[in-house]
């Protein structure tokens, strides 16, 4: 009768494990069956109620029912702990084949680039790196070159003035001044490469802001064949060996006589096509010797000083070797643009 009972219990335990489907009701089912309250449980206080030579075979037979339904438990739980790991496992499995994740390095402005291969090329002829302000004086960016109040030739450079004496430089060429009045003697042999500013409307070929650099040489017995070699040893190094160039007459206020210069067209080699617009040049700075009365205003004796000067373009210089046909596109930021230049 009581192990008919048993067996009763342990098959109904059965049954509802095999139906279990989550751990929660595994461990519901184990706390039913085992548990102090369980029925098996209360049925062991029966056995001080049995004949002796029964108590040991319904003791056994209790024992024997929790230890089954517990291993039935144990088992079933460990399918399901091996399930829940699969299913993990399958769910962080790193797929080793794909591709890694892109590493994004910073890359330069072109425009930076540019003015340290200018400046490496000049600090290779001897000269050296000079600065100066971008908020300037009327006196250093104008009349110390030259170019007193009024002057006509002003026009040339539509200035943006923070106030009557005061503006942002329009070009590199005050450093010349500030140099000359710094140095009080020769030789000078200075860059300055540095930011710009013109009252233009931005367009494909202006920007409001650009960036020159400027060259100043002074010394006792500088002549234009010093300006030539100078500049033409420059142009070789910064766009190759076979590139020629040529001085064209044009007008400065601070040199005298005044140069442009041009370079023979890289697409073309000087035939001429539709980039030199049939020239077979394109134009890449301004220079000339520095002008008697600029060395006079600066300190230095014209009869016993000369010096040339040249004033490049950067956006200009760096269009060319990249063939770049937007001057903004330097200063958007764009990384789609900018990064074409890193070096990998
Ligand atoms: N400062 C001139 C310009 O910006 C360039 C230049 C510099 C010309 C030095 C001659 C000598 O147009």
Same mark, same amino acid.
């Given at each position: 009768?009581?192990?008919?009972?048993?067996?009763?219990?342990?098959?109904?335990?059965?049954?509802?494990?095999?139906?279990?489907?989550?751990?929660?009701?595994?461990?519901?089912?184990?706390?039913?069956?085992?548990?102090?309250?369980?029925?098996?449980?209360?049925?062991?206080?029966?056995?001080?109620?049995?004949?002796?030579?029964?108590?040991?075979?319904?003791?056994?037979?209790?024992?024997?029912?929790?230890?089954?339904?517990?291993?039935?438990?144990?088992?079933?739980?460990?399918?399901?702990?091996?399930?829940?790991?699969?299913?993990?496992?399958?769910?962080?499995?790193?797929?080793?084949?794909?591709?890694?994740?892109?590493?994004?390095? %910073?890359?330069?402005?072109?425009?930076?680039?540019?003015?340290?291969?200018?400046?490496? /090329?000049?600090?290779?002829?001897?000269?050296?790196?000079?600065?100066?302000?971008?908020?300037?004086?009327?006196?250093?960016? +104008?009349?110390?070159?030259?170019?007193?109040?009024?002057?006509?030739?002003?026009?040339?450079?539509?200035?943006?003035? /923070?106030?009557?004496?005061?503006?942002?430089?329009?070009?590199?060429?005050?450093?010349?001044?500030?140099?000359?009045?710094?140095?009080? %003697?020769?030789?000078?042999?200075?860059?300055?490469?540095?930011?710009?500013?013109?009252?233009?409307?931005?367009?494909?070929?202006?920007?409001?802001?650009?960036?020159?650099?400027?060259?100043?040489?002074?010394?006792?017995?500088?002549?234009? %064949?010093?300006?030539?070699?100078?500049?033409?040893?420059?142009?070789?190094?910064?766009? %190759?060996?076979?590139?020629?160039?040529?001085?064209?007459?044009?007008?400065?206020?601070?040199?005298?006589?005044?140069?442009?210069?041009?370079?023979?067209?890289?697409?073309?080699?000087?035939?001429?096509?539709?980039?030199?617009?049939?020239?077979?040049? /394109?134009?890449?700075?301004?220079?000339?010797?520095?002008?008697?009365?600029?060395?006079?205003?600066?300190?230095?004796?014209?009869?016993?000083?000369?010096?040339?000067? +040249?004033?490049?373009?950067?956006?200009?210089?760096?269009?060319?070797?990249?063939?770049?046909?937007?001057?903004?596109?330097?200063?958007?930021?764009?990384?789609?643009?900018?990064?074409?230049?890193?070096?990998?």
């Amino acid at each position: 009768m009581a192990n008919e009972k048993i067996t009763h219990i342990v098959d109904g335990a059965l049954e509802k494990i095999n139906g279990a489907t989550t751990v929660d009701e595994l461990v519901e089912i184990k706390n039913t069956y085992l548990g102090k309250k369980s029925e098996l449980s209360s049925m062991t206080s029966l056995i001080g109620t049995l004949p002796n030579e029964e108590k040991k075979a319904f003791g056994a037979a209790i024992h024997e029912a929790k230890e089954k339904i517990t291993n039935e438990v144990e088992n079933k739980l460990a399918i399901f702990k091996e399930k829940e790991l699969n299913e993990k496992l399958q769910k962080e499995s790193i797929d080793i084949s794909l591709p890694g994740r892109d590493y994004h390095v %910073g890359s330069r402005n072109p425009f930076h680039v540019i003015i340290d291969e200018v400046t490496d /090329i000049f600090i290779g002829m001897g000269f050296e790196v000079a600065n100066g302000p971008e908020v300037e004086k009327d006196l250093y960016n +104008f009349e110390l070159l030259n170019l007193p109040k009024n002057h006509p030739a002003r026009d040339m450079q539509d200035t943006f003035y /923070i106030d009557e004496n005061t503006l942002l430089r329009t070009h590199t060429s005050p450093v010349q001044a500030r140099t000359m009045e710094a140095k009080k %003697g020769a030789p000078i042999r200075i860059i300055c490469p540095g930011k710009t500013y013109r009252r233009d409307d931005d367009d494909a070929t202006h920007s409001h802001q650009f960036a020159q650099v400027e060259g100043l040489v002074i010394d006792k017995g500088i002549n234009i %064949g010093h300006l030539k070699a100078t500049l033409e040893l420059f142009a070789k190094k910064m766009f %190759g060996e076979k590139r020629e160039i040529r001085l064209r007459s044009s007008f400065f206020p601070f040199t005298e006589p005044s140069v442009e210069v041009d370079i023979t067209c890289a697409n073309c080699g000087g035939k001429g096509c539709n980039i030199c617009k049939g020239t077979g040049y /394109i134009e890449i700075l301004g220079a000339g010797m520095v002008h008697p009365n600029v060395l006079k205003m600066n300190g230095y004796d014209p009869d016993v000083y000369s010096g040339f000067a +040249f004033g490049v373009g950067i956006e200009r210089v760096a269009m060319l070797r990249y063939g770049i046909d937007d001057v903004r596109k330097f200063y958007q930021n764009d990384v789609r643009f900018i990064h074409q230049f890193s070096k990998k």
